[in-house]
C-alpha cells in the first residue's frame, strides 16, 4: 500500500511538474541577437497577457515575451532588417511598420488590437478593442498615410465613425507634407468629424508613445525582478 501511494504519489507530481514544463515551453528567441539559449527569470499577468522575463545568456540582455489568446509580442521588439534607404528623405518608416508600432502600443496598453478590420466595403489599418471579440465595436480607429492617400483614409475613417462611433479616431501621417490636405478635407469634405480626428505625427509622437511604453514595460519588469528576488507577494 505504501508503495502504491509513493508511486501514485510521484505520478501526480511528474503531471504537475510537466505541466509548468509544457507552460514555459515556447518558441521564444532573444529579440536581440535571436538566440534560444535564454534563462526564465520571472512571470506576472498583466492585462490580458501572461508576460515572461528572460535574460539571454548569449548576449546577456532581458526582455518580455507577452502571450495572450490570439497575439504574442516582445518588448523590445525583434530587430528588422533596414529595408529604406538613408537618402529616401519622403518619410522614415514605413506604413506596415508604424502598423506595428500602433499594435505593441495598443497590446501594452492593455487593448485587444485588430489589422485589417472592417466589412466588405472598408478595412482599417489597425483598431483598438476592450474585449477579444470579432463582433465587438473598436473603441479607437487608426489609419496610417504614407503616400497620396490621405482622401481615402479619412473617408475610412469617417465611415468607421457612422457605423461604430468609436471613442477615438486618428490618422498617422509618415510626412508632414499630408498634414494640410488632411485639414482641408476635414474642414469642407468632412465636417461631421472635423473635432473628431486627430493628425499625428508617425516619428515624433507615435514613435514617441511606443518608446515610453516600452521604457515602462521595462521599467515594471524590472520592479517585479526586485519583488521576485525576496519572494514578496504583490
Same mark, same amino acid.
Given at each position: 500500500?505504501?508503495?502504491?501511494?509513493?508511486?501514485?504519489?510521484?505520478?501526480?507530481?511528474?503531471?504537475?511538474?510537466?505541466?509548468? /514544463?509544457?507552460?514555459?515551453?515556447?518558441?521564444?528567441?532573444?529579440?536581440?541577437?535571436?538566440?534560444?539559449?535564454? =534563462?526564465?527569470?520571472?512571470?506576472?499577468?498583466? +492585462?490580458?497577457?501572461? *508576460?515572461?522575463?528572460?535574460?539571454?545568456?548569449?548576449?546577456?540582455?532581458?526582455?518580455?515575451?507577452? %502571450?495572450?489568446?490570439?497575439?504574442?509580442?516582445?518588448?523590445?521588439?525583434?530587430?528588422?532588417?533596414?529595408?529604406? &534607404?538613408?537618402?529616401?528623405?519622403?518619410?522614415?518608416?514605413?506604413?506596415?511598420?508604424?502598423?506595428?508600432?500602433?499594435?505593441?502600443?495598443?497590446?501594452?496598453?492593455?487593448?485587444?488590437?485588430?489589422?485589417?478590420?472592417?466589412?466588405?466595403? $472598408?478595412?482599417?489599418?489597425? *483598431?483598438?478593442? /476592450?474585449?477579444?471579440?470579432? %463582433?465587438?465595436?473598436?473603441?479607437?480607429?487608426?489609419?496610417?498615410?504614407?503616400?497620396? =492617400?490621405?482622401?481615402? +483614409? #479619412?473617408?475610412? /475613417? !469617417?465611415?468607421? $465613425?457612422?457605423?461604430?462611433?468609436? %471613442?477615438?479616431?486618428?490618422?498617422?501621417?509618415?510626412?508632414? %507634407?499630408?498634414?494640410?490636405?488632411?485639414?482641408?478635407? #476635414?474642414?469642407? =469634405? $468632412?465636417?461631421? @468629424?472635423?473635432?473628431?480626428?486627430?493628425? #499625428?505625427?508617425?516619428?515624433?509622437?507615435?514613435? &514617441?508613445?511606443?518608446? *515610453?511604453? @516600452?521604457? /515602462?514595460?521595462? #521599467?515594471?519588469?524590472?520592479?517585479?525582478?526586485?519583488?521576485?528576488? !525576496?519572494? @514578496?507577494?504583490?
Amino acid at each position: 500500500m505504501f508503495i502504491l501511494h509513493s508511486v501514485m504519489y510521484n505520478m501526480h507530481d511528474q503531471i504537475y511538474i510537466n505541466k509548468i /514544463l509544457l507552460k514555459f515551453i515556447i518558441m521564444v528567441k532573444c529579440p536581440f541577437c535571436n538566440s534560444e539559449d535564454l =534563462t526564465f527569470i520571472s512571470s506576472w499577468k498583466y +492585462s490580458a497577457f501572461d *508576460v515572461y522575463r528572460y535574460k539571454c545568456n548569449k548576449c546577456g540582455n532581458k526582455f518580455n515575451y507577452y %502571450k495572450g489568446k490570439n497575439t504574442e509580442f516582445y518588448i523590445p521588439k525583434p530587430k528588422v532588417q533596414e529595408t529604406k &534607404k538613408i537618402e529616401d528623405k519622403e518619410f522614415n518608416y514605413g506604413h506596415e511598420e508604424v502598423k506595428s508600432w500602433l499594435q505593441e502600443i495598443g497590446e501594452v496598453l492593455g487593448y485587444y488590437t485588430y489589422p485589417e478590420f472592417g466589412d466588405e466595403q $472598408y478595412r482599417f489599418d489597425i *483598431v483598438y478593442k /476592450l474585449f477579444n471579440s470579432e %463582433k465587438q465595436p473598436p473603441v479607437a480607429v487608426f489609419e496610417v498615410v504614407d503616400s497620396n =492617400t490621405v482622401d481615402n +483614409s #479619412l473617408s475610412r /475613417l !469617417f465611415y468607421a $465613425y457612422r457605423t461604430y462611433r468609436p %471613442k477615438g479616431l486618428y490618422l498617422i501621417v509618415l510626412d508632414n %507634407k499630408y498634414q494640410e490636405r488632411a485639414k482641408k478635407l #476635414l474642414e469642407n =469634405t $468632412y465636417p461631421e @468629424i472635423k473635432d473628431k480626428v486627430e493628425i #499625428l505625427d508617425a516619428n515624433k509622437e507615435i514613435n &514617441k508613445s511606443r518608446k *515610453v511604453n @516600452i521604457f /515602462l514595460a521595462d #521599467l515594471f519588469s524590472s520592479f517585479m525582478d526586485f519583488y521576485n528576488c !525576496f519572494n @514578496i507577494n504583490i
